[in-house]
């Protein structure tokens, strides 16, 4: 892992060719409608002059400024985020948690051999372990039996309930490495009510966690770092 600080990320993030990068990372993949209008606004967005970013662009950028050892993920669905990743660092492990509603708010959701080929075509090379089923039980389970495994970049992006996405966040908090990085998506988003998570969150780890979040891109992504 390199070092890589909240304030040089907060600069990189908005670059327009991190959003670009993300773009073309997009069309790497297998991508259903919805994806395919995520990415297009981003495109648009970029080719009109505007700052964009959000969990996608985020989780690319640390990617590349950490060059992560491993990356922790709830919520999959078809791979797009965790691409992001493996795409800009592709030696990186991946512990992918997914409970694989389907349909998920109305889309396929088709489960994990899917996220494999998608990582496969992108060129990953490291490890990719799937742990199916409810995070609030698989991610304490995961912790019992490695008791010594930290991450180098955390995503919580599975179960949108207030009580889900907290107990994500407070199970995976002391799964962050030193120097790691955490990312909460959906703050703003219209069918959820995740902003007074996030703001509890940052309360309650605010001694180990130092948090930046963008509420104008897509529907608001968090982003805290571990100090050391
Ligand atoms: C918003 S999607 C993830 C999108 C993905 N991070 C991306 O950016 O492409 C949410 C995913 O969380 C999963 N999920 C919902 N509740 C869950 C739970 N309790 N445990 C594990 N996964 C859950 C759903 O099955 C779905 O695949």
């Known amino acids: 892992m390199t070092p890589y600080t909240l304030a ?24 259903d409608a919805a994806l395919v209008g995520w990415s297009a606004n981003i495109e648009e967005r970029v080719r009109a002059g505007g ?17 992560p050892r491993n990356y922790l993920e709830i919520g999959v669905r078809l791979g797009s985020s965790t691409a992001m990743v493996a795409a800009t660092a592709p030696a990186v492990d991946i512990a ?21 080929r998608q990582l496969a075509r992108i060129g990953h090379r490291g490890e990719l372990r799937f742990f199916d089923g409810d995070s609030r039980l698989t991610v304490p389970r995961y912790r019992e039996e490695n008791p010594l495994v930290q991450f180098d970049m955390v995503t919580v ?10 107990s ?11 120097g790691g990085y955490l990312f909460f998506d959906d703050l703003t988003h219209p069918y959820h009510t995740l902003m007074p998570i996030w703001q509890r969150f940052q309360t309650t780890y605010g001694a180990d966690f130092e948090c930046v979040e963008n509420l104008n891109d897509h529907y608001g992504t968090g982003v805290a770092r571990r100090k050391e």
């Not at 908005?14 to 997009?26: G, H």
């Open 51 to 67: 700052v964009y970013w959000d969990l996608a662009c985020a989780v690319r950028q640390v990617a590349e400024g950490l060059q």
């Open 8 to 31: 040089q990320f907060s600069d990189d993030v908005v670059k327009p060719e991190n959003a670009t990068e993300v773009v073309a990372i997009c069309r790497r993949i297998d991508m």
């Open 157 to 166: 992006d599975g179960d949108h309930s207030d009580e889900g996405a907290w």
């Open 96 to 116: 992918a948690f997914d409970l694989w509603i389907s349909p998920y708010a109305g889309l396929d959701n088709p489960g994990p051999d899917h996220v494999r």
């Open 168 to 178: 994500d966040l407070t199970n995976v908090a002391g799964l962050v490495a030193p």
